[in-house]
């Protein structure tokens, strides 16, 4: 009778709980809640309960998808500062390395711009060193309200600095640079935040007005942003009442249709857009749908395949999570969501969305084939970002960077851009500073073999072994250098562009990809002669 009883009230239970989830989420927190009244008073150490549950609240929404993500109230201020394209600070973007931040970029007409340089190492904050702190809290020690002043302990070309910086109101552009080459205009766009659509809009009509015929938009690099920026931006181009966007979620709250609400700016305007595999989420969206409605030519890499819409919801004390609540689908109906996390396999890794849902064609205005479940794919596809871990490690490394901070104090700085070029005795010298500071960039192999080797010293293995793992680290090392010299023109072109940066600012490089960067090239190619442009978007052999 008791066994029966028992099973009547598990019936019971799950029913309530599938019924009403509340039930299940009171249940595990009054577990949750026990749990954590016995640690506070029995554990053998002091415990940092808030430091713990936001641990555990940040790997719980782990597994669900990437996007889904708890804020603290610092958090949330550097989300808002991103969108609303401003914040009191010195005009920097840093890295932090080996317990010290590394200025990787001067913003132009910043207070920065006056008393720092690319490769600077900041050491101490107002005093403190930058060593005893962690990145979260020294990042936010550089911030601060405009006028209040920062002292700086900075390194630079080996010596050391002391430096009075006043913070400034710092604008986030959306925008970073144009150019007009001919009769073809050329709009670097790097994030969709609330000055995105007024300036996107404000480069073109000023491109027009110096006499472009012909426009290129370039969002490579560009993850994205706003949702209502992307459809103002794409209604530029487009006549007014046309889809851009749907949402679908799992709740009718979060199925709606965005259309274009203005008169277009111009909609004859021939048109490139530049993208690649870091492009992502809205700038999907332009790509795509402009792709849909064969209004511009997509040149580039596939991008990175984000259809997924977020909300943020403000929680207690200050927090707040932002949450996935819809997949977004462009005009011809296609979902462009890379990745499931919903479908892992055995090891909890998400799989493809191919591999789970049936991929399907979709058509475009014109009747061009399109795909759904892997981002945009270009109408001319141009991979020039060479995909091998060698070469991904010798930036992540910071190797390329660290030998143009070199470059940059110890050789003549050129009269002018046009003169600048890198030579195969200055990749010769890459090589040598790599010897000379015992840094060189490793393949994934060669880290799995160095794990390897690490595991036979810790179990003791015979020294033979051990020599074994030494014998291959120095065939590897061989085969790398030989790797390196095959990409030898991809890698001065990169060294190129951050030293022309750091040369010449940032309006220089623009100019500088314009005329050397073999994407903008294609599609200057394809912008000037229209029977090419012409029969890419009616799919005419």
Aim: zero cysteines; proline letters at 2%; charged letters at 30%.
């Amino acid at each position: 009778m008791k066994k029966f009883f028992n099973l009547v009230f598990l019936v019971i239970s799950l029913s309530v709980t599938a019924q009403n989830p509340y039930f299940e989420i009171s249940k595990q927190m009054e577990i949750l809640n026990d749990v954590l009244k016995k640690l506070a008073t029995n554990y053998i150490d002091d415990i940092n309960i808030g430091d713990l549950m936001q641990k555990n609240t940040k790997r719980m929404l782990n597994g669900l998808d990437r996007f889904t993500t708890f804020y603290d109230e610092q958090g949330i201020l550097n989300q808002k500062m991103r969108q609303e394209g401003h914040f009191g600070g010195l005009g920097v973007r840093v890295h932090y390395k080996d317990s010290l931040i590394l200025v990787t970029d001067v913003f132009k007409d910043t207070p920065a711009a006056e008393k720092l340089k690319t490769g600077d190492e900041i050491w101490a904050i107002d005093g403190k060193k930058v060593s005893e702190l962690s990145s979260k809290v020294a990042s936010n020690l550089l911030k601060g309200a405009a006028g209040s002043e920062v002292a700086l302990d900075v390194k630079r070309n080996g010596k050391m600095l002391h430096l009075k910086i006043k913070r400034a109101d710092i604008k986030l552009d959306a925008v970073t640079g144009t150019y007009l080459d001919g009769d073809i205009g050329y709009i670097r766009f790097v994030k969709f935040n609330k000055l995105a659509a007024k300036q996107v809009k404000k480069a073109l009509l000023d491109l027009k007005s110096k006499g472009a015929k012909k426009i290129i938009i370039d969002v490579r690099g560009n993850p994205g942003g706003l949702l209502n920026e992307v459809i103002k931006i794409v209604n530029f181009f487009i006549p007014k009442g046309k889809v851009v966007v749907t949402t679908k979620g799992r709740f009718d709250k979060f199925n709606k249709t965005y259309s274009t609400r203005n008169p277009s700016v111009d909609e004859e305007i021939p048109l490139v857009i530049l993208v690649d595999n870091h492009s992502a989420s809205a700038s999907e969206i332009l790509s795509g749908s402009l792709q849909d409605y064969d209004r511009a030519v997509i040149v580039g890499d596939t991008t990175y395949g984000k259809g997924l819409v977020q909300r943020t919801y403000k929680l207690k004390y200050g927090t707040y999570m932002k949450q996935t609540i819809s997949k977004y689908y462009i005009p011809s109906g296609r979902l462009i969501q890379k990745i499931d996390y919903w479908h892992r396999d055995k090891n909890g890794k998400p799989t493809l969305m191919r591999d789970n849902v049936k991929e399907k064609e979709f058509k475009t205005t014109n009747g061009r084939i399109v795909h759904n479940l892997g981002g945009i794919v270009p109408d001319i596809e141009l991979k020039t970002d060479i995909n091998e871990s060698l070469i991904k490690d010798l930036k992540n490394k910071g190797i390329l960077f660290d030998y143009a901070t070199w470059y940059y104090y110890n050789r003549p700085q050129p009269a002018k851009p046009e003169d600048f070029k890198l030579t195969d005795k200055d990749f010769e010298r890459l090589l040598q500073f790599m010897e000379e500071n015992n840094r060189y960039p490793e393949s994934d192999a060669e880290k799995i073999l160095a794990k390897a080797r690490k595991k036979a010293e810790k179990e003791h293995q015979d020294a033979s072994v051990i020599k074994m793992y030494d014998v291959l680290k120095k065939s590897y090392k061989t085969q790398n250098i030989n790797l390196l010299k095959k990409h030898k023109d991809y890698i001065l072109s990169e060294l190129s562009k951050d030293l022309i940066k750091r040369y010449f600012q940032k309006d220089a490089l623009i100019e500088y990809n314009v005329k050397h960067d073999a994407v903008i090239l294609k599609a200057k190619e394809i912008l000037n002669n229209r029977n090419t442009y012409d029969r890419i978007l009616r799919n005419e052999e």
